[in-house]
């Protein structure tokens, strides 16, 4: 896998300009979405990054190489559509094969891989199956499955879970999020769906007027106050509220940490203490513009220094122990910052005490 770089592209169609300024990265194993209207020129643009039409200026770059004006069959991208088009008269393992064996990959070299990449997307045993057999959760699953075979660099995802009915919709989102995240993919992923949007990718950007931007939250949505070390002590208690064994609450009492409270201004309710700490991290500023925080990333469980107690922890409080509740806080971080308006900034960090991955989250306050 790679990361793409999308540098000032411009996009027409039929002679009317579509997107007139993109100028985003996509780091390398992490999801961006882009949320935008119907019309507004998202497929569009995944078409453009496909290599399936041109661009009218920029560049395309994955990793050193430039593809701005590379033929789609050389840049190595896969795709998924929302009708998922899988071939009919394929069974299901001749269909995921399909990238692999037109890429000249030897028969029993595909097997491997098809059995590797159904198990990916829990469907072992699938491969004998008919494609019209498969239920819509199923067929979805397999679509991922062929796109992702031949280890494309890069993929993406236009607008996958539309047309499914509510509770399949969320539970192939969880699916899909799951998959790209412990299959390390770099992809973009397309949606005219808000809430989808918030869940699917590490960074949010939207799509307004032609432009892609990254996705904001207005200031009045949140009071963002700088706190000292011994207030947020006794904030971190508030947040836990009664029947939280809050003496056990301990706290790293770091002299160089800088703490914000964020409070809901319409109900006063503190939703998150964020807590950094500059010995392990070397670029942490506030310029009163962005609040910064770090979120472990749900799929990298374990002990380590919590960076935020959030709602999660309020809600959960009440029957759990101190070190569960940090642990669950901890795991649903990154969700919660993403739901609240903050967009990832990197492709995340190792933290030097803990060993665990680390995504800087940015919420902008213009
Ligand atoms: P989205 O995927 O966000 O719904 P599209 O990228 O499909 O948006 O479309 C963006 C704009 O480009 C729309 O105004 C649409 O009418 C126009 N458009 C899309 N495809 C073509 C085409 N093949 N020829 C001309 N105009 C097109
Ligand atoms: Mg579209």
Redesign the pocket.
């Known amino acids: 896998m790679s990361s793409l770089y999308v540098d000032e592209l411009r996009i027409a169609?039929?002679g009317?300009p579509?997107i007139t300024e993109a100028s985003f990265n996509v780091p390398h194993g992490t999801t961006t979405v882009i949320v935008?209207?119907?019309?507004?020129?998202?497929?569009?643009?995944i078409s453009a990054i496909a290599g399936l039409i041109n661009v009218n200026g920029g560049t395309l770059q994955l990793d050193a190489r430039e593809i701005t004006n590379v033929p789609t069959a050389q840049r190595n991208i896969g795709l998924v559509f929302q009708d998922n088009q899988l071939f009919p008269h394929l069974n299901v393992a001749d269909n995921v094969a399909y990238g692999l064996r037109r890429k000249g990959v030897r028969r029993s070299d595909c097997d491997v891989r098809v059995s590797e990449v159904l198990q990916l997307v829990g469907l072992e045993g699938f491969g004998e199956r008919a494609v019209g057999e498969l239920s819509g959760g199923e067929a979805k699953r397999i679509a991922l499955a062929r796109s992702l075979a031949p280890a494309p660099e890069l993929l993406l995802l236009?607008e996958p879970l539309n047309g499914l009915d509510d509770s399949l919709h969320d539970r192939l989102l969880h699916d899909l999020v799951t998959v790209l995240s412990t299959s390390q993919t770099t992809a973009i992923w397309?949606t005219?769906h808000r809430k989808e949007a918030e869940r699917a990718g590490t960074q949010l950007l939207r799509?307004h007027d032609g432009v892609v931007s990254p996705e904001s939250t207005k200031r009045s949505q949140w009071n963002v106050q700088i706190v000292s070390a011994d207030d947020t002590f006794d904030l971190r208690r508030q947040v836990l509220r009664d029947g939280t064994r809050t003496a056990d609450v301990n706290f790293d009492g770091d002299e160089t940490a800088i703490h914000l409270s964020v409070s809901d201004p319409a109900s006063g309710e503190i939703i998150a203490i964020s807590s950094w700490f500059q010995r392990n991290r070397q670029h942490q500023t506030i310029n009163g513009l962005q609040l910064r925080g770090m979120a472990s990333h749900p799929n990298y469980r374990g002990q380590g220094a919590a960076q935020a107690l959030l709602r999660s922890g309020i809600e959960l409080g009440r029957s759990l122990s101190v070190d569960e509740v940090w642990a669950r806080a901890r795991d649903t971080a990154l969700d919660f910052y993403l739901a609240h308006g903050f967009h990832t900034t990197g492709p995340g960090y190792l933290d030097d005490n803990t060993g665990l991955a680390h995504h800087d989250v940015v919420l902008s306050l213009r």
């Open positions: 169609r039929g009317h579509v935008g209207p119907s019309g507004s020129g998202k497929s569009t643009l236009d397309v005219h799509i």
